[in-house]
């Protein structure tokens, strides 16, 4: 079976910081997404990588699938306290449903 | 564009009784599927329809919980009987499958204890 491993667990940086959450998975990613949930509510859609070696970006957070396609990193620039929240990768299974890690929960003090 | 809706947004029930969850997808998405995130937890799926048909359970208990999509649009989700363990956070998402990989939007949840 598949695993996904997110670190860190947690994390808690100082506005204005760069910050970087990993995933890795067990086993070759097909596609990999990544959302954003706050507390008490659902998935927030940030990306889906599908291509090894791909990068995607939006405002201030980028996301990379490594050539392997078993890891992936989610990058936040310049952080803000609207990018707090807790952080969940996603692997896509054959029936496109998904397959997430634990999730990273990410505290921006301001 | 409306996004998936989902209620009640909370429950409290004790257990042993019976609950049940709604869900509406976004307009257009044949595929619904029901996650189950346990406090500290990333979801896991229960369900997965496309249209009325089921594509995936085999991760849904199926000697309490039920789950139908009748006319391929909305779904419910049923437990019965409650247990403690089932307390949760109930998502519903849904996808268009134009593409293999395509984007699955989630609704806000149901948040379910089990007194």
């Known amino acids: 079976s598949q695993e996904l491993e997110q670190s860190p667990q947690s994390l808690i940086v100082q506005e204005g910081k760069n910050l970087t959450i990993n995933c890795t998975s067990s086993?070759?990613?097909?596609?990999l997404y990544w959302y954003k949930q706050k507390y008490g509510e659902g998935l927030i859609f940030l990306m889906m990588?599908?291509?090894?070696?791909e990068e995607k970006s939006h405002e201030k957070i980028t996301a990379k699938l490594d050539e392997k396609k078993q890891q992936s990193s989610l990058h936040i620039t310049a952080s803000q306290p609207s990018h707090a929240g807790i952080y969940l990768c996603?692997?896509?299974?054959?029936?496109?449903?998904?397959?997430f890690g634990t999730g990273t929960r990410l505290t921006v003090i301001p | 564009e409306a996004g998936v809706a989902q209620s009640p947004r909370y429950k409290i029930i004790e257990k042993r009784q019976s609950v049940a969850f709604w869900c509406n997808p976004i307009?257009?998405?044949?595929?619904l599927y029901w996650y189950q995130q346990i406090l500290g937890q990333g979801p896991k799926l229960l369900i997965q329809?496309?249209?009325?048909?089921?594509?995936?359970d085999s991760q849904l208990p199926k000697d309490r919980f039920s789950a139908e999509r009748l006319k391929g649009v909305d779904s419910t989700l049923k437990i019965q009987p409650a247990k403690l363990e089932d307390s949760a956070v109930y998502l519903c998402?849904?996808?268009?499958?134009?593409?293999?990989?395509?984007?699955?939007?989630f609704g806000p949840g149901t948040r379910l204890t089990v007194l």
């Open positions: 990588l599908q291509k090894g070696g």
């Open positions: 329809f496309q249209n009325n048909g089921v594509v995936d």
């Open positions: 996603g692997a896509a299974r054959i029936a496109n449903n998904l397959f």
């Open positions: 086993k070759t990613l097909y596609g």
């Open positions: 307009s257009g998405h044949a595929t």
């Open positions: 998402a849904s996808s268009s499958p134009r593409t293999y990989t395509d984007t699955q939007y």
